[in-house]
């Protein structure tokens, strides 16, 4: 929880102006100096972890967070992608933008979006699933019904449909052994 306190920033804003699950949020942030690596620009593992504040403002001020919950549904991160275009400095304002570009049966798909001045420095593609409180996955379907949104005729581009297939890994129910083709190697201990 190292952004505990823009966590609950972001949590205060949830009686804010009130979104549609289709908007895109606009969440205004600053790179604080704990944000920054060795280079002093941001470091790459903290733009995702930034993110995840964009989608929680999206969530809050739809109202879609307090219905999921009130249902027993919880999201959690499937498969991400994040495209780097410029650095972002210590305390250098920006905007986080998100918004959802898509459903399949089993996912919800959304875009965000790191903006300076109206230019975008980085953005990425995630992929998430919904779980249950009382156990398994909850599907697209039962998410709708939960929340009374239509996802229906809302398929994500066929490239993001592409790019989920190739980099889904097996379910949690099946071997996924760890094994590197064309090597032998053993890892020394540290």
Do not use: C
Not at 38 to 52: E, R
């Amino acid at each position: 929880m190292h952004l505990i306190f823009r966590t609950f920033l972001v949590w205060l804003r949830r009686n804010g102006p009130r979104l549609g699950i289709r908007d895109v949020a606009r969440l205004p942030l600053r790179v604080m100096p704990t944000d920054l690596d060795i280079l002093g620009h941001m470091n790459n593992g903290v733009y995702l972890s930034i993110m995840d504040l964009g989608r929680m403002d999206l969530f809050l001020r739809s109202g879609v967070w307090a219905t999921m919950r009130r249902a027993g549904i919880r999201p959690v991160m499937a498969n991400e992608t994040i495209t780097f275009r410029k650095s972002l400095l210590n305390l250098q304002r920006f905007v986080l933008e998100t918004r959802i570009i898509g459903f399949d049966e089993r996912a919800m798909y959304t875009e965000q979006r790191v903006v300076v001045d109206g230019e975008i420095y980085s953005r990425a593609i995630m992929r998430n699933r919904f779980i249950k409180v009382t156990g398994g996955t909850a599907t697209i379907r039962e998410l709708s019904d939960a929340t009374g949104i239509d996802m229906s005729n809302s398929a994500p581009a066929e490239w993001i449909d592409r790019w989920a297939a190739d980099v889904r890994l097996p379910s949690t129910g099946s071997p996924a052994p760890s094994v590197w083709e064309g090597s032998s190697d053993s890892p020394a201990p540290l």
